[in-house]
C-alpha cells in the first residue's frame, strides 16, 4: 500500500487549521454539489450519446467519479449531482455505482434532473441556475457549507483542505485555483490575486493574462471549484435570479460580483493536491478535446504514470461491473496473445494479437492477427481478425471489420473516420456501418 500525502507547495502560505465544529472534520457539515449537465461538444461523437461526465476514462471509470470520489474521501457525505445533457447513461451510472450511501448515518446521493420545477419551460440556464432550482432541497438538509464542483475534470483533491482555508480566511467565497504558464491561461478563467491570495479581479478568458505575484510567468486559473456558506450562496443566488441581465452562471455572473463587491479568496490546488509517493506533481486534467482524452489514458500506461489510479488510500470509486479475468490465448510464433506497456480490463480475450501502449476497456475482444498500438478502445469492442489499429479512439460497442486498418494512411483516415489536428482517430459505429 502506497502512502498517500499532501504535499504543500512551500511558495505558499498553507491555510491556518480551522476550529471545527462539534468536534468533527468541516467536510461533515458540507454539501457536495456536482455540476453535471454539460454536453462536451469538443468531444465529438463520443458525447452523441453520452454527456461529458458520463464518458469512460482509465479502463473501468467515469469522469465524474473522479469529483465524486474526491468528495467521498475528502469526508463529505452529502452530495447532489445536477445533470441536463443526455442524462440516461450517467443517472445509470450513478444509480449502479454510488447507490451505498445510508440516510441512517445522515449520508444522502441526489441525482437532480434539469425537471423544470421552477418554470413549465425553463430547464436548467446556466451553472447557476442548476443550483438556484434546488435551492428548497439543499435547504431541506440544511448544510452549513457548499462546495460547487465540475464532474468533468481528472484530478485528486482533499476538499476539507479548502474548506479550512475558507473558513479561517472569513471569504464570501473561496476558489480553487491551478497555477498554469501564463499565455496558456487564455482559454480559462483567470484569477488576478495579491499576496495574500485575496482575488482583485476576475477575467474570463483574457488575451494578455496577469501574472501571479512574484511568478511572471504564471498565471492562476479557475477550476471551477467553489466554496461558500449556504446561507450566503443562496442569497447570491436569489439576487441573481431576480437580474434580468444574468445568464444565470457563476463564472460569468455571481462570481464576478463577488469579487467586486465581497471578498473573494483563491485556493491553490498544490496545497490540497492529493499524491502518492509515486506521484511528484499536481495532476489534473480537463479530457475536453478528443486529443486531451487520448493522450491521458494513453499516459496511465507509463511505467510510473503522472496519475497513480493504484494508490487505496484514496480510491477512485465507481461500479464494479462483476467481470471474469483478462484472457490471453495462442502463443504459436505469428499468433500470441500478449499485451504490453498497456492496461487491459476485467473480462477482455486478446486471441492470437499484439496489444500495445492501449487501454482496453471492459470486455474487449481482439481476434487473431491483429494489432493494436496505442489505442483507446471502450468496452465491449470487438476488434476482428487480421485489423492494424493506432493512434484511435474507439467507442463502446463498435465491432471493427476484419482487416480493418486505422493509422498508417492520414487521408484515407479522415475520409472514414473523424481524425483530429494530432492525428488521432475517432471511430464509432455509425462511421463503422458507413464503410460498406
Not at 331 to 356: F, Q, W, Y
Amino acid at each position: 500500500m502506497t502512502k498517500t500525502t499532501r504535499r504543500p507547495d512551500p511558495t505558499l502560505n498553507p491555510p491556518q487549521r480551522s476550529e471545527f465544529i462539534g468536534g468533527g472534520p468541516l467536510a461533515r457539515h458540507a454539501m457536495a454539489y456536482v455540476l453535471a449537465g454539460g454536453r462536451g461538444s469538443r468531444l465529438l461523437e463520443l458525447t452523441d450519446r453520452r454527456a461529458k461526465p458520463a464518458v469512460y476514462f482509465g479502463g473501468k471509470s467515469r469522469i465524474i467519479d473522479f469529483a465524486l470520489s474526491n468528495a467521498l474521501n475528502s469526508g463529505v457525505r452529502r452530495i447532489s449531482v445536477a445533470t441536463q445533457y443526455k442524462a440516461h447513461s450517467l443517472i445509470r451510472h450513478l444509480q449502479r455505482g454510488w447507490n451505498f450511501f445510508r440516510p441512517e448515518r445522515n449520508e444522502t446521493f441526489d441525482i437532480l434532473p434539469a425537471s423544470q420545477r421552477i418554470s413549465e419551460t425553463a430547464w436548467y440556464l446556466g451553472t447557476a441556475d442548476a443550483v438556484y432550482q434546488n435551492i428548497d432541497i439543499i435547504e431541506d438538509y440544511d448544510p452549513k457549507y457548499m462546495i460547487i464542483l465540475a464532474g468533468d475534470h481528472i484530478y485528486k483533491m482533499d476538499y476539507e483542505v479548502m474548506l479550512q482555508q475558507h473558513v479561517a480566511s472569513g471569504a464570501d467565497v473561496t476558489i480553487g485555483c491551478l497555477e498554469v504558464p501564463r499565455m496558456e491561461a487564455t482559454g480559462f478563467g483567470v484569477m488576478h490575486i495579491d499576496e495574500a491570495n485575496n482575488i482583485l479581479s476576475f477575467m474570463e478568458k483574457p488575451k494578455d493574462p496577469p501574472a501571479m505575484p512574484g511568478k511572471p510567468e504564471s498565471a492562476l486559473a479557475s477550476m471551477g471549484i467553489y466554496v461558500f456558506e449556504t446561507k450566503f450562496l443562496i442569497d447570491q443566488l436569489r439576487r441573481d435570479f431576480a437580474d434580468p441581465h444574468s445568464s444565470r452562471d457563476f463564472g460569468k455572473d455571481i462570481i464576478p460580483f463577488i469579487v467586486k463587491n465581497g471578498k473573494a479568496v483563491a485556493h491553490h490546488f498544490s496545497q490540497s493536491c492529493v499524491r502518492s509517493q509515486k506521484e511528484n506533481g499536481a495532476y489534473w486534467r480537463d479530457v475536453g478535446t478528443v486529443d486531451a482524452y487520448w493522450a491521458a489514458n494513453i499516459d496511465l500506461t507509463d511505467v510510473v504514470p503522472e496519475l497513480d489510479l493504484y494508490d487505496r488510500n484514496w480510491p477512485i470509486w465507481t461500479f464494479g461491473e462483476i467481470t471474469p479475468p483478462a484472457k490471453f490465448v495462442h502463443d504459436s510464433i505469428e499468433r500470441r496473445g500478449l499485451a504490453t506497456a498497456s492496461l487491459v480490463s476485467g473480462g477482455c480475450i486478446v486471441s492470437g494479437s499484439h496489444v500495445h501502449r492501449s487501454l482496453l476497456f471492459t470486455g474487449v475482444h481482439v481476434h487473431s492477427y491483429s494489432n493494436v498500438d496505442h489505442a483507446v478502445i471502450l468496452p465491449y469492442v470487438t476488434v476482428n481478425r487480421g485489423s492494424r489499429l493506432k493512434n484511435c479512439v474507439i467507442d463502446r460497442g463498435v465491432t471493427i471489420p476484419e482487416g480493418l486498418i486505422v493509422g498508417e494512411d492520414a487521408v484515407e483516415d479522415e475520409r472514414r473516420f473523424r481524425r483530429s489536428e494530432n492525428g488521432i482517430c475517432l471511430i464509432t459505429q455509425p462511421m463503422i456501418d458507413r464503410l460498406g
